[in-house]
């Protein structure tokens, strides 16, 4: 089954409004019908980000609950009210900072079902489990515990998003080998749960310090439909490089190289 690729920036704590209005700007207009794209902006972008006609916007997180006593947190209904249809869950940066558990995540990707948003849910361990021999035992129960009580046809729309917390913000990025063998195996878990069909049509991204230079062979693994992408997705020349990579644009992969090197010699970043 040909599945689409979708490849999201995650923005974390960056970006203001107008500089997220400048890099819609830039952007939208130039991405390609061979990917999804997106950005998931902080809460204060979100609006201005959805001036965007072909970028997927989505928020970083999202509360459990309708409504109450949660200060600083934001509902599903607050979402839906900006027109805000995705939202990535369980980030190891939610999960390792600020409480985020496997409960928590699968009560928001209820919730999220509940008000029609679509989900990017994260699963990925840590460098102390990697070198314990214990990825796939993390990634299993993880997966698991996110989609406690979800029904299939809810299943198939959620993105997973394969992430070791060992390759994110570091420089360190898995093996395109390290990264199929870790996704097909969370394909097999879906499987168990679901079923083939649903497991055949869940996407999976990597995510772990993924570059414009590199997406194109990640993305030639078969059990990888896309990205989760950190730093590179903040500039739009980087962005454009990576919608440039899916084209097999080559002159446009050196455009970007040219625009780079430009940026660094007049340190306009």
């Known amino acids: ?29 130039k991405v390609s019908d061979k990917a999804d794209w997106g950005i998931a902006t902080p809460f204060t972008d979100l609006q201005a980000a959805k001036a965007a006609k072909n970028l997927i916007v989505a928020a ?6 309708d409504h109450g006593a949660f200060t600083g947190n934001v509902s599903a209904a607050m979402l839906k009210e900006l027109g805000v249809e995705w939202t990535i869950i369980g980030h190891s940066e939610r999960r390792q900072m600020f409480g ?9 990707i209820k919730q999220a079902i509940k008000n029609d948003i679509k989900v990017i849910v994260c699963v990925g361990e840590s460098e102390a489990q990697y070198d314990a021999g214990e990825t796939k035992d993390v ?13 299939a046809a809810d299943a198939a729309e959620i993105v997973i998003a394969y992430e070791p917390i060992w390759a994110i913000g570091t ?14 195996y969370i394909r097999s878990v879906v499987k168990d749960l679901y079923g083939e069909d ?19 062979a990640l993305l030639e693994q078969p059990d990888i439909d896309g990205a989760l ?3 590179a997705s903040l500039k739009e020349e980087s962005y454009l490089a990576m919608v440039a ?16 090197g430009y940026c660094l010699m007049t340190q306009k970043y």
């Not at 970083?60 to 609950?65: C, N």
């Not at 649903?198 to 194109?216: D, F, M, N």
């Open 245 to 260: 990579a899916i084209c097999d644009d080559t002159l446009a992969i050196s455009l970007y190289h040219f625009l780079l």
């Open 60 to 65: 970083e997180d999202m509360h459990w609950a």
């Open 139 to 151: 990634v299993k129960n993880q997966t698991v515990a996110a989609f406690k009580d979800v029904e």
């Open 171 to 184: 420089g360190k990025t898995a093996t395109n080998e390290i990264a199929e063998d870790v996704c097909g």
């Open 198 to 216: 649903t497991a055949e049509k869940v996407r999976i991204q990597y995510g772990g310090s993924v570059k414009p230079e590199g997406l194109k």
């Open 100 to 108: 985020e558990t496997d409960e928590t995540v699968n009560a928001k």
């Open 1 to 29: 089954m040909a599945r689409k690729p979708i490849i999201v920036g995650n923005w974390k704590m960056n970006k203001t409004i107008a500089e997220t209005t400048a890099f819609v700007n830039a952007v939208d207009g």
């Open 229 to 231: 992408v950190g730093g």
